[in-house]
Nanobody, 123 residues
Framework: VQLQASGGGLVQAGGSLRLSCAAS????????MGWFRQAPGEDREFVAA????????YYSNYLKGRFTISRDNAKNTVDLQMNNLKPEDTAVYYC?????????????????WGQGTQVTVSS
């Protein structure tokens, strides 16, 4: 299984980035997809998830509507649109795949991890 994340980079505060994750080696439409992030010196934390059908989305409370997750089951991709970025959003962002929707926010229940993409937000 491969989860190839892309789209990270350097952006000024208030700007936007769109992360994309291309999945292969798994039956994509049967997995709940998500994004986690890890800032330097911090634990890896849940950001957003979308169920296997794409009908339901879940976000960390601190995002306050700034991020939007979406998926395309025909293309085996999941995206994370990030708007109004803040310096505290600086982290490595990881694409994830999980079979169990009930535990999709818990990193120990993630089935597959991508390699991560760096997002840096300057003030």
């Amino acid at each position: 299984v491969q989860l190839q994340a892309s789209g990270g980079g350097l952006v000024q505060a208030g700007g936007s980035l769109r992360l994309s994750c291309a999945a292969s080696g798994l039956t994509f439409s049967t997995y709940n997809m998500g994004w986690f992030r890890q800032a330097p010196g911090e634990d890896r934390e849940f950001v957003a998830a979308i169920d296997d059908s794409g009908r339901n989305t879940y976000y960390s409370n601190y995002l306050k509507g700034r991020f939007t997750i979406s998926r395309d089951n025909a293309k085996n991709t999941v995206d994370l649109q990030m708007n109004n970025l803040k310096p505290e959003d600086t982290a490595v962002y990881y694409c994830t795949a999980a079979r169990n929707l009930r535990t999709v926010k818990l990193r120990r229940y993630v089935d597959y991890w991508g390699q991560g993409t760096q997002v840096t937000v300057s003030s």
